[in-house]
């Protein structure tokens, strides 16, 4: 009675994902899921709507250590393949910018997509499960859990990843894999905000719910968009991709005013300066950027005091403190903040074309648990989507 040809640990969008599509192939699947209901991340997904999908999901748009291991997967289930099931549901949707694919009303319409298509495959999806124990043996997998003991031939951990703590993430996933002598690329938040220092946290802690565009660069990283400033630090879409590059010690830079650059607003200071107008460079801030933001700027330049004594130096220490602001962050703002996790499984380990472990035939990783992670915008649920077809397609 609990024997399977293929049993799915973790009930999310890979997951669910796998387990339809091996369903479909005739495989008598089972799901194992720790929360009390399934894909319990989806729910609070894109505020509660789930940004399902980027139109424009490529393989640039993720970070590994393994960077080619991703495109096999994301051109054999690309985007529009799964628009086609979400059309066919009659799930309505909407783009919201950049390619970002939204429903229109709220994210369990997702969830309840992907049990439904399971369950009219022949899917047993078990709820509340507590692994305690996976054994190999003999080419067989056996699980126990909640004192019953499941077993099949091939074993897909699709368990995610360590972020949001507070939905149940568990380290299961890792624990899999050095039972099974696999490499595991060092975990660690991602999409999350980025604290700020002790000197940083007195400069801008009053400022906390100020939000404009910026650019922001990380290294050979640099983006465009939305920043907000929180009461630890620095948020919002440009900060959260930020983090997907950044490593603990390394120097973030913030131009306030992406528009113009440091050369260009130093020699527009020193014309104002020598039409004595202190104020017409104030409005040209003001207009770009919020009032309060400008003047702290302005006073960490030392750019205060009459505007004829300012230095040509002090003109250009303005310039850089709008357009090329640097600063090191004490820390992320942590799983329990971020969106996903980066790093995990070593996928040098794992089939490119199947997700199976090259070393341990019949055990396969899915989803977030693999060292891939994408930047905002949905690409995450696309590379769940399309590593959960490839796993289901090979089971």
Same mark, same amino acid.
């Given at each position: 009675?609990?024997?399977?040809?293929?049993?799915?640990?973790?009930?999310?969008?890979?997951?669910?994902?796998?387990?339809?599509?091996?369903?479909?192939?005739?495989?008598?699947?089972?799901?194992?899921?720790?929360?009390?209901?399934?894909?319990?991340?989806?729910?609070?997904?894109?505020?509660?709507?789930?940004?399902?999908?980027?139109?424009?999901?490529?393989?640039?748009?993720?970070?590994?250590?393994?960077?080619?291991?991703?495109?096999?997967?994301?051109?054999?289930?690309?985007?529009?393949?799964?628009?086609?099931?979400?059309?066919?549901?009659?799930?309505?949707?909407?783009?919201?910018?950049?390619?970002?694919?939204?429903?229109?009303?709220?994210?369990?319409?997702?969830?309840?997509?992907?049990?439904?298509?399971?369950?009219?495959?022949?899917?047993?999806?078990?709820?509340?499960?507590?692994?305690?124990?996976?054994?190999?043996?003999?080419?067989?997998?056996?699980?126990?859990?909640?004192?019953?003991?499941?077993?099949?031939?091939?074993?897909?951990?699709?368990?995610? =990843? !360590? $972020?949001? %703590?507070?939905?149940?993430?568990?380290? +299961?996933?890792? @624990?899999?894999? *050095?039972?099974?002598?696999?490499?595991?690329?060092?975990?660690?938040?991602?999409?999350?905000?980025?604290?700020?220092?002790?000197?940083?946290?007195?400069?801008?802690?009053?400022?906390?719910?100020?939000?404009?565009?910026?650019?922001?660069?990380?290294?050979?990283?640099?983006?465009?968009?939305?920043?907000?400033?929180?009461?630890? =630090? !620095? $948020?919002? %879409?440009?900060?959260?991709?930020?983090? +997907?590059?950044? @490593?603990?010690? *390394?120097?973030?830079?913030?131009?306030?005013?992406?528009?113009?650059?440091?050369?260009?607003?130093?020699?527009?200071?020193?014309?104002?300066?020598?039409?004595?107008?202190?104020?017409?460079?104030?409005?040209?801030?003001?207009?770009?950027?919020?009032?309060?933001?400008?003047?702290?700027?302005?006073?960490?330049?030392?750019?205060? =005091?009459?505007?004829?004594?300012?230095?040509?130096?002090?003109?250009?220490?303005?310039?850089?403190?709008?357009?090329?602001?640097?600063?090191?962050?004490?820390?992320?703002?942590?799983?329990?903040?971020?969106?996903?996790?980066?790093?995990?499984?070593?996928?040098?380990?794992?089939?490119?074309?199947?997700?199976?472990?090259?070393?341990?035939?019949?055990?396969?990783?899915?989803?977030?648990?693999?060292?891939?992670?994408?930047?905002? =915008?949905?690409?995450?649920?696309?590379?769940?989507?399309?590593?959960?077809?490839?796993?289901?397609?090979?089971?």
């Amino acid at each position: 009675m609990n024997s399977y040809d293929v049993m799915i640990l973790g009930g999310g969008a890979a997951g669910l994902m796998c387990a339809t599509e091996a369903a479909a192939r005739g495989r008598k699947v089972l799901v194992m899921e720790q929360s009390q209901k399934p894909a319990p991340k989806i729910l609070v997904s894109g505020g509660g709507r789930c940004n399902f999908t980027n139109l424009h999901a490529k393989p640039a748009n993720y970070v590994s250590t393994n960077p080619a291991f991703v495109h096999h997967a994301l051109a054999k289930f690309t985007p529009k393949d799964f628009i086609a099931i979400v059309k066919a549901a009659s799930i309505p949707y909407h783009e919201k910018k950049d390619g970002q694919l939204f429903c229109d009303r709220s994210a369990k319409a997702i969830i309840e997509l992907l049990v439904s298509r399971g369950e009219s495959k022949g899917v047993t999806l078990l709820l509340g499960q507590k692994v305690e124990e996976v054994v190999h043996a003999d080419g067989s997998f056996s699980v126990k859990s909640n004192g019953e003991t499941y077993s099949a031939p091939r074993l897909v951990v699709a368990t995610g =990843g !360590l $972020s949001w %703590p507070q939905l149940g993430a568990s380290d +299961l996933g890792f @624990k899999l894999a *050095q039972q099974f002598g696999l490499k595991i690329i060092e975990p660690s938040p991602a999409l999350v905000g980025l604290a700020f220092a002790e000197k940083e946290m007195e400069q801008f802690k009053d400022l906390a719910g100020i939000h404009l565009r910026v650019g922001v660069s990380c290294g050979d990283w640099k983006m465009v968009e939305d920043i907000m400033i929180t009461h630890k =630090g !620095l $948020s919002g %879409p440009v900060m959260l991709n930020a983090s +997907l590059y950044w @490593k603990p010690g *390394q120097e973030i830079e913030v131009n306030w005013v992406p528009e113009f650059n440091v050369e260009s607003t130093y020699e527009k200071l020193k014309k104002d300066k020598a039409e004595g107008g202190r104020g017409k460079f104030r409005v040209w801030l003001s207009e770009r950027i919020p009032r309060r933001l400008a003047e702290r700027i302005a006073w960490n330049a030392e750019a205060r =005091g009459a505007w004829s004594a300012l230095s040509d130096e002090r003109l250009m220490a303005l310039a850089k403190a709008i357009h090329a602001y640097r600063f090191i962050p004490a820390d992320t703002f942590g799983y329990r903040m971020a969106e996903v996790m980066r790093g995990g499984v070593d996928t040098r380990e794992i089939s490119r074309e199947t997700m199976e472990v090259k070393k341990v035939p019949g055990l396969f990783f899915i989803g977030e648990v693999l060292d891939v992670t994408g930047q905002l =915008g949905g690409f995450n649920f696309q590379w769940a989507w399309a590593s959960g077809f490839s796993a289901g397609q090979a089971v």
